[in-house]
T-cell receptor, first 112, second 116 residues
């Protein structure tokens, strides 16, 4: 099983749609979780950290299910500018810095 | 945004060349990272420096040699690379050390490297 697994997509949705991405991770000792966004030919940028109780930032909601080792990202009222690749990132113990493991990403394309 | 800068942004080099990638962070962080991103692959962590000490080296070939002279600067020295080393090389920094707690990383724009 891959350490961090995401549906690669692409997800093609109309503006205003609600879209959800899922991510599973294999290491039950993982401690922290993030969603990053990467635009084409650009660097990844932190979108939001994922807290155990779930958290919301405007149109974005992140959820964590430790029992199922599953993270989700919900985007409501999609905008054209949301088109990007969304990376699920998991911090697993290992070394003195831990180890951020990146998923391959889920590509989202929002159409007019 | 200029939190983490990288130079050059693009680099084409032959297999016998020696070049260096530079990264600088202006965020006051104490950890810096090199990643490699190849097409259709997830980001691969190459090196981690914490307080200027290397703490991770994920089985990276010796043709890649990192250097961290201080907490704000990170270099990746390249020599006798192979065509399969062509990729986007990303630098990142974070605050905090250790495995506990959140440690969000902030990325530079990357150097797109082509080895011919």
């Amino acid at each position: 099983r891959k350490e961090v697994e995401q549906d690669p997509g692409p997800f093609n949705v109309p503006e205003g749609a609600t879209v959800a991405f899922n991510c599973t991770y294999s290491n039950s000792a993982s401690q922290s979780f993030f969603w990053y966004r990467q635009d084409c030919r650009k660097e990844p940028k932190l979108l939001m950290s994922v807290y155990s109780s779930g958290n919301e930032d405007g149109r974005f909601t992140a959820q964590l299910n430790r029992a199922s080792q599953y993270i989700s990202l919900l985007i409501r009222d999609s905008k054209l500018s949301d088109s990007a690749t969304y990376l699920c990132v998991v911090n697993t113990p290992g070394g003195s810095q831990g180890n951020l493991i990146f998923g391959k990403g889920t590509k989202l394309s929002v159409k007019p | 945004e200029t939190g983490v800068t990288q130079t050059p942004r693009h680099l084409v080099m032959g297999m016998t060349n020696k070049k260096s990638l530079k990264c600088e962070q202006h965020l006051g962080h104490n950890a810096m990272y090199w990643y490699k991103q190849s097409a259709k692959k997830p980001l691969e962590l190459m090196f981690v420096y914490s307080l200027e000490e290397r703490v991770e080296n994920n089985s990276v070939p010796s043709r890649f040699s990192p250097e961290c002279p201080n907490s704000s600067h990170l270099f990746l020295h390249l020599h006798t690379l192979q065509p399969e080393d062509s990729a986007l090389y990303l630098c990142a920094s974070s605050q905090g050390t250790g495995t506990s707690g959140m440690h969000e990383q902030y990325f530079g724009p990357g150097t797109r490297l082509t080895v011919t």
